[in-house]
Structure formats: C-alpha cells, structure tokens
C-alpha cells in the first residue's frame, strides 16, 4: 500500500473520529458513513489543462487514474516545456493564448509540472518518465524553474543562455477553510497540537527557503521543530509534491497548516475549495523569481524561443497576476523555488 494510499485511508478513519463515533451521538443508531469526496483529488481543472485537440476516450479516475501533472499529446508535439508545478493552474490559459497567438502550434504543446529538481533528474535519465504502469520518453524544448537554478543548469552547459526572468511569487501558510487551528503566523507551525505538511527538501527546492523563513520567524528552533522533531514525531507530514498533496492533506483532515507559495493558496481558493491561507510578513518571507531557458539540442528552438518571450508579454503577465504573481524587477531577484 502507498503512503498516498494510507494517508488517504486515514482520511477517512479521521472523518469518522469527528462523527462522533460508530454511532451518531444520543441516538443509538448507526452514524452515517464518511463522504467520499472525488471533487479533493487531482486533477482540479476538469479537463482545461489538457491542451490536446483529440482526447479520445476520456479515463480519469480522481485518486486512482488521473496524472494530473503530465498535459497534452504525446504523438509528434512541437514544444516540450518542463515547468516546476507552482504554477500548474496557469499553465492551461497561458498555452490556450500562446496558441491563438501562434495557431501552428495548437494541440501540439505538450508540458509537465513537476517540482524542478524532478524535473532535472527526468533529463538526466533520456527525458524518460514512468508513472504507475505507464512510461513514455519526451525532450524537453524549455526548462522552467527558479532563475538560480535555470542559471546553474546553464552553467553546467545542460541549458542555453540566456536565463529569462519574468515573474516572482512569495510564500504563505496553507490552510483548511476557517483556519480551525487558529494560524497566525510561522511559530504557530511549531506548537505541538498544530499537525503540519511540508515540501520534503530531499524533492522539493521550495523547502530551503520555507527552511530560511522558519529561521527568521523564530530561529534554528523552529526549523528543528517542524523538519526534524514533528517529523520523527509524525505531526509533520512531507510531501513528494506539494503543490498537489498539501491542499489534499489539508481537505482530508490530515493537517492543519501547511507552507506553500502563495499563488497556490489564492488558485485553490478560486477553484472553491475548502483551503484559505495566512500571508506571512515580509520580514520572514523568501521571494522567488521564475526563470526559463531553451534546453541544449532542443528538438524545436524556434517555439521555445518564442514562448520564453511570450511569459514576459503584457498579456501572459496579466494572466500570472490573477493568481498573485507578480512582474519581475531587478529588485525582486533574491531566491528560487
């Protein structure tokens, strides 16, 4: 069984603790069994993130059959983006209007939104994936992720200069609709009754600045507290991809809390679903700037060019801004995701 699968089996266990018990109170009789909710499980944007013109049979089952992170068809594309997934919600307008603006390409963009430094390993192993029992090969055109980390990835010779900066992003504290545990800043993260989900640092590069803005917020305690004690303890939760599991283990009554960039929270709350979140002060905030390169041997230059340039546009910014991002300046090149 996956841990996924556990978690998700806990859920449930937990839904029926908050009923009371086996039997609804004062009653006697029988308490009615915990929902199932298929609405919590990816992927979110019923079918608008897939930008292939002939989908045939339509097989998505939430929680069981969905990849929600894999978009578009794999037979002939003409570009091939790697994003980091923080901005996986934009993915879906910003190739719908890429397209309109270059018709060519339509139904042949395919692009994966996993965390970067996945990403980078994908490259590393001939561009192959397997998810579950399916394993495909696609080379990326362009790598997209934290500006320092496109510039290293430059450096190394796997990318082509020059590194693109378009929009920044900040953190915030994810939380369940209501803020039921009462969340009002980072130190609230290390209190022992708060249950907490966090980016594992062995996958996820936002983890060393959700690491810096614990610190700020209240020293080297505080990040031992939620990384190394709450974990061994079990109130910490970490997470292979968060920007999919925190607000699902959030929904399912798994966690109270849980760090992400912000531009998540606001998309989940634009989705209607039962996450709010915390805005955490400047002063122990990291800033994050998105960068894109084309990838060396890229199969399809001339588009990787040309949608590196459309994400800074007028128009692709606007969409960005919708979900809180906003415009680079030379001012705001302090991190990466």
């Known amino acids: 069984m996956t841990p996924l699968r556990k978690l998700s089996l806990a859920g449930c266990a937990l839904a029926a603790i908050l009923s009371g018990s086996a039997y609804a109170q004062g009653t006697g009789k029988p308490a009615a069994p915990p929902k199932y909710e298929e609405s919590l499980f990816p992927p979110w944007s019923h079918g608008a993130n897939a930008p292939a013109k002939k989908q045939g049979l339509q097989f998505t089952v939430?929680?069981?059959?969905?990849?929600?992170?894999?978009?578009?068809?794999?037979?002939?594309?003409?570009?091939?983006?790697?994003?980091?997934?923080?901005?996986?919600?934009?993915?879906?307008?910003?190739?719908?209007?890429?397209?309109?603006?270059?018709?060519?390409?339509?139904?042949?963009?395919?692009?994966?939104?996993?965390?970067?430094?996945?990403?980078?390993?994908?490259?590393?192993?001939?561009?192959?994936?397997?998810?579950?029992?399916?394993?495909f090969t696609v080379a990326p055109d362009v790598y997209a992720a934290g500006l320092k980390k496109v510039e290293l990835e430059i450096a190394a010779g796997r990318l082509l200069p020059p590194a693109v900066p378009y929009v920044t992003n900040d953190l915030?504290?994810?939380?369940?609709?209501?803020?039921?545990?009462?969340?009002?800043?980072?130190?609230?993260?290390?209190?022992?009754?708060?249950?907490?989900?966090?980016?594992?640092?062995?996958?996820?590069?936002?983890?060393?600045?959700?690491?810096?803005?614990?610190?700020?917020?209240?020293?080297?305690?505080?990040?031992?507290?939620?990384?190394?004690?709450?974990?061994?303890?079990?109130?910490?939760?970490?997470?292979?991809?968060?920007?999919?599991?925190t607000p699902l283990f959030l929904m399912q009554g798994l966690a109270d809390a849980g760090v992400t960039w912000k531009s998540e929270a606001i998309f989940q709350e634009q989705s209607g679903h039962a996450i709010s979140h915390v805005d955490i002060p400047a002063s122990e905030n990291a800033t994050a700037v998105y960068g894109a390169a084309v990838v060396r041997g890229a199969a399809h230059p001339e588009a990787a060019r040309a949608w590196i340039a459309f994400l800074r546009s007028p128009e692709a910014l606007r969409i960005f801004e919708r979900y809180g991002f906003k415009p680079v300046t030379n001012a705001g090149r302090q991190s990466d995701p």
């Open 62 to 135: 939430p929680e069981v059959d969905d990849m929600p992170d894999f978009h578009g068809n794999l037979d002939d594309p003409r570009l091939v983006i790697f994003v980091g997934g923080n901005y996986f919600f934009a993915m879906a307008p910003l190739v719908h209007l890429f397209e309109a603006q270059h018709p060519r390409l339509r139904g042949r963009i395919f692009y994966v939104t996993i965390p970067p430094g996945l990403l980078l390993k994908a490259m590393a192993q001939g561009n192959t994936f397997t998810s579950g029992n399916l394993t």
């Open 172 to 245: 915030t504290i994810m939380v369940p609709a209501g803020n039921p545990a009462h969340i009002k800043g980072l130190a609230d993260l290390g209190k022992p009754a708060v249950r907490v989900v966090m980016p594992n640092p062995a996958f996820e590069g936002v983890a060393r600045q959700i690491e810096m803005a614990l610190t700020r917020a209240g020293g080297p305690a505080l990040e031992h507290t939620v990384y190394v004690a709450k974990v061994a303890s079990g109130q910490t939760i970490l997470t292979h991809i968060h920007h999919r599991q």
